[in-house]
């Protein structure tokens, strides 16, 4: 009797949708085609207008505002026009919406990727304009009054920021603020005073966006690409397919629009069939359940873990708007069923991977062993908000149980620690110099330039990876901690990072309170080693038997001695060797407060050696004296 009423409640419920759905609205595919705000550049995949509901149409951080026929990118600084979108280049060019009828030029905020989908384009750079400057305000490049701005008490100054040149924070000024810019023809000889940058300013800044997942094939087979269940797809007029119009379909349903003829009946019988077999499943799955319940066993679904349980609940409340969600059988499609392999480290694997547009990337595989999803968490948590040059960049993660990857973009020199440890690929002094500043300005903007502090707590030579010319990128947050600003020390009960490079206060709490200068510690190991090319620390010898590299190079610096250190070629290198030595010995104090900031760390470095004073010398921090550390130097606490 139970299955019969089932039958008619399954009857009825596929009689009501077949009154209520032809009043549905346009299809999917339909819905996703380009459209504009009334003027500007067409708005298509992955970009979407907002208040349409036609969020399916793109990727989130790609949301565009129609504002007085204009299209309009929000961020949280502050709103830009769009004026065009390259989709063959993947680029869009923004301009602020307060210059465009400006007469005075002076930006009042910076531009924000809010941990959005975006990055530069090649021909970045900056204008850094100081407001409220007194008599005491020097900058070490050219710099323009802006008389605008100006007045008989305070000045303000505009100048042009090239790449790879760090920004000023222009000491003696009330407020300064960065405005990123395009500059063609090259960035060598350009300064403030010989471009027009009122000019720059109105023709606003190019940004790039990876790899969006759409395949050309959908495009061309007729379809329109879209955003479903955490995945791209492809809307064609017969339904949705996973890359294009002429594969099976994914099963999802899409509602066609109702009208006459053929397209009307192939839309009923369509609903009809699929309402029918929900029916019929419905009353499966109900038989099912009393007979499991009766036999006390359910069995018919597998339960997920609270660990599992947990991720999920993290993805879905604070995932990462501007990395896309894989499948596994996704990841092992684009590394090739896992066919070459970069590495392996602590927490699995690392494979070398192609996404759909032949972009390559970096595919870490988690270990199964490590169930209890922290260093999935923390990764995803704290990469996910950094958008910097010197921080590698996070495409995309998988998670489906036990089965865990993260997509990271492709670094072509691999890890640092193959070049300063191995003879055969060594590097030169200029670009070990660039390299030690490069992961500074990384940590700066870790500790204090983005929307939180994220400390990393494993700065060592294998995290930082290498790209075709040697820009380093800071990576592996596997054991970061995302916290406030305000935040001076944070609560840890565990010690965590690398024997090595682990900062004293994550040992003994007598030392000192946990920090960023935690970070500051390991950062000052590794340069030393970049330096000496060599271990500081041998983790299975008594520090009596051996020469401590610290103590070595200090004394040798304090007597004014030859540092003995391999090619050293000119004055110049001699220079900027002594400024990574001294500021690396000033960054491993015992002491945390004795330690400078990251930001102090870039001052030191790009200034004069001469203004360097000499710092302490080091004491030692036996890590073997604890017993809960393994013998294995490479080896993380966890």
Wanted: contains cysteine.
């Amino acid at each position: 009797m139970e299955i019969l009423f089932l039958l008619k409640i399954s009857v009825i419920i596929f009689r009501t949708l077949l009154l209520l759905l032809p009043v549905s609205a346009e299809s999917r595919y339909g819905a996703c085609k380009p459209r504009n705000c009334g003027s500007g550049p067409n708005i298509s995949y992955p970009f979407y207008i907002e208040d349409t509901g036609l969020d399916f149409c793109g990727l989130r951080g790609f949301k565009i505002e129609c504002s007085e026929g204009k299209p309009v990118y929000l961020t949280s600084r502050g709103p830009y026009f769009v004026e065009d979108i390259s989709y063959e280049n993947q680029s869009l060019r923004l301009v602020d919406v307060e210059v465009v009828d400006a007469t005075c030029y002076a930006p009042s905020h910076y531009f924000a990727f809010d941990g959005g989908p975006m990055y530069f384009s090649s021909t970045h750079a900056n204008l850094q304009f100081f407001y409220g400057c007194n008599e005491s305000f020097s900058l070490s490049f050219e710099k323009k009054l802006i008389p605008c701005k100006s007045n008989a008490t305070y000045v303000s100054y505009v100048a042009l920021v090239v790449k790879d040149k760090e920004l000023s924070y222009g000491e003696g000024c009330e407020r300064q603020v960065g405005v990123p810019i395009d500059l063609e023809g090259g960035f060598s000889n350009q300064t403030i005073k010989t471009v027009d940058y009122p000019q720059l300013l109105k023709k606003g800044f190019t940004l790039r966006w990876y790899g969006d997942g759409c395949s050309n094939s959908c495009k061309t087979s007729g379809g329109q690409c879209g955003f479903e269940d955490e995945r791209t797809v492809c809307f064609c007029p017969e339904g949705t397919h996973s890359t294009n119009c002429t594969e099976g379909k994914t099963g999802n349903m899409t509602i066609l629009k109702v009208g006459t003829g053929n397209g009307n009946k192939i839309f009923k019988a369509t609903i009809a069939t699929t309402v029918a077999g929900v029916g019929a499943l419905i009353v499966i799955v109900i038989c099912c359940i009393r007979k499991f319940k009766y036999n006390k066993s359910i069995c018919f679904w597998k339960k997920q873990n609270q660990t599992d349980q947990n991720i999920e609940a993290f993805l879905r409340n604070y995932g990462p708007v501007r990395v896309r969600r894989y499948s596994y059988s996704d990841v092992k499609k684009m590394t090739n069923s896992f066919k070459e392999k970069l590495g392996q480290g602590g927490y699995g694997g690392v494979y070398k991977g192609k996404l759909h547009d032949n972009s390559l990337v970096a595919v870490k595989v988690l270990n199964d062993s490590k169930g209890n999803g922290e260093e999935f968490i923390n990764e995803v948590a704290s990469i996910s908000r950094t958008s910097h040059v010197n921080i590698v960049s996070l495409l995309g993660f998988c998670f489906e149980g036990q089965k865990r990857a993260l997509i990271y973009q492709f670094m072509p020199n691999g890890s640092l620690e193959k070049f300063i440890f191995n003879n055969n690929h060594s590097l030169g002094w200029e670009t070990l110099f660039q390299i030690s500043l490069g992961i500074a300005r990384g940590l700066e903007y870790l500790h204090r330039g983005c929307n939180t502090r994220i400390l990393h707590f494993d700065i060592k030579p294998h995290n930082i990876l290498l790209d075709e010319d040697f820009s380093p990128k800071i990576s592996d947050f596997g054991l970061a901690r995302v916290c406030t600003r305000k935040q001076s020390t944070i609560s840890m009960l565990d010690a965590r990072g690398t024997i090595g490079y682990v900062a004293p206060e994550l040992l003994c709490r007598e030392v000192g309170g946990v920090s960023h200068k935690s970070d500051v510690y390991s950062y000052g190991m590794m340069v030393l080693e970049m330096v000496g090319r060599r271990k500081n620390v041998n983790v299975g010898v008594d520090h009596s038997s051996e020469i401590y590299f610290p103590h070595w190079i200090y004394q040798r610096l304090k007597l004014d001695e030859e540092l003995g250190l391999k090619i050293i070629m000119n004055e110049a290198e001699k220079i900027e060797v002594k400024k990574m030595i001294m500021v690396s010995l000033w960054c491993t104090q015992l002491d945390p407060s004795d330690r400078p900031a990251m930001s102090k760390v870039i001052e030191m470095l790009e200034g004069s050696l001469d203004s360097l004073q000499m710092p302490p010398k080091p004491r030692i921090f036996s890590f073997t004296s604890n017993s809960s550390f393994p013998s294995d130097s490479s080896s993380a606490i966890v």
